[in-house]
Each structure stands twice: as C-alpha cells, then as structure tokens.
C-alpha cells in the first residue's frame, strides 16, 4: 500500500498518490462530521469487508490523515478522528461532489450514507435559489441526529443532539431525504409511503426542498 501509483512532483499528484486508492475518500467522507467507531464505519460504507477497512484504516494513520481517539462520556470506546490536516480535505470534498453530479452516469437515486446525505446539503445547494432563506432544521436519521443551518444561501451542518430552537425537523432515512431535496420527490409522496415524518413548520421543509437544483430521475426510494 505504500507504492506511489505515480512519480511525479506535482501537489496535486501527490494528493492523488494518497487519496486515489479505493474505499480512501469514503472513510474521510464519514468523519467529515466528527469521530467514529469502527462498526459505525463498518455500518456506513455498507459494502467494505473489515479486513479492508482495517487496513485503510491503518494506512491512513500512517499518513496523518486520521488518528485515533477515546470518545468522551457519555461515550466509551476508541474511534477515529481525522487530523487537522485530514480535516483541510473538506473543500476538496465540496468541489468533487458539484463536479460529479453533472456526471450523466450519476445517480442521485443511489443508497446514501446518512453523513454523505448531510454533506450533499452543504455541497450541493443553490445560493440564489437559498437567497433569503434562513432557517435551522434538523434531522433524525437512524441512530444519527444532525442539524442544518440555512442562512440565505450558507449552509452549515453539524453532528449533535437536536436542540429545541428547531424550525422543523425530518425523521427518515438518507435515502428518503435525497429523494425529497435532490429528486425532486414531493414530501407528500414520502410521508404517504411512510417514508418520512415532519414535525413543526412544515413549509420550512417545503422550501428547503426547492433549495437544490433537481435530477430527471425524480422516483421514490427503494423499500
């Protein structure tokens, strides 16, 4: 693993040397948003075996890009964080995803990780269609809680227990919530199939699906 795939004294290269290899840029992706244990990893990248991610894992520590930690009370056990330098990734991360969706064989429809759904709702937002709108919403995805601050066109997101000053909140799944925001599936639809729950004001929800510009394959989640 520590062959370079090229010789060359380019940064960008370099870069490539480091994250080019596959199930790299996924493990960065989920602790984007904070540390994680390694079965919450395992959970996440749905299709990589534990011996492969112990050996990403392993890999990219002898690189400092992640580290190891001791998650605090109420927590226990040892998880993965990324470093300082792991974490100045987060752009890179923005520009590959608004690159990629213009990919005609992109399919937004396709399972999403509940940090790789948060993340797209940062990345993938439309400021003029966001101009104006402000509001704080969150999300309860499975045993994840998340929040997602609108602020006329920034968006910032975050990891957490949800607080009481919410807008509105969404309970569902990833997939349920890129169909709403990203495949342009109507948020009664979803509600209708059991797909998703909304709570407090519900055209906070309705607007914020209007905040991103919507595929063709709009269809509802698989079961």
């Known amino acids: 693993m520590k062959k370079r795939q090229y010789d060359d004294a380019c940064a960008a290269t370099h870069a490539i040397d480091m994250l080019g290899q596959r199930w790299v840029l ?51 056990g040892q998880a993965y964080g990324l470093t300082p330098w792991g974490y100045q990734a987060a752009p890179i991360f923005q520009t590959m995803a608004r690159w990629g969706a213009r990919s005609p064989e992109h399919d937004p429809a396709a399972p999403m990780s509940a940090t790789s759904l948060v993340l797209s709702l940062r990345s993938m937002v439309d400021p003029e269609r966001a101009a104006g709108f402000c509001a704080l919403v969150g999300l309860h995805l499975g045993r994840e809680t ?31 919530v890129a169909a709403l925001v990203h495949c342009a599936v109507p948020l009664i639809d979803l509600e209708t199939h059991g797909r998703m729950a909304v709570s407090g004001d519900r055209f906070v929800i309705e607007r914020m699906a209007t905040l991103y510009p919507p595929c063709t394959r709009a269809q509802l989640p698989p079961e």
């Open 146 to 176: 998340f929040t997602v601050d609108y602020n006329s066109g920034a968006v910032a997101i975050a990891r957490r227990t949800l607080p009481q000053d919410l807008d509105a909140v969404i309970t569902a799944d990833p997939d349920a």
């Open 26 to 76: 996924p493990v960065m992706r989920e602790l984007m948003l904070g540390p994680k244990r390694f079965t919450d990893l395992k959970s996440d990248l749905r299709t990589i075996s534990a011996n492969v991610l112990t050996q990403r894992l392993e890999m990219m520590e002898e690189r400092g890009v992640i580290t190891r930690l001791r998650l605090a009370p109420p927590a226990s």
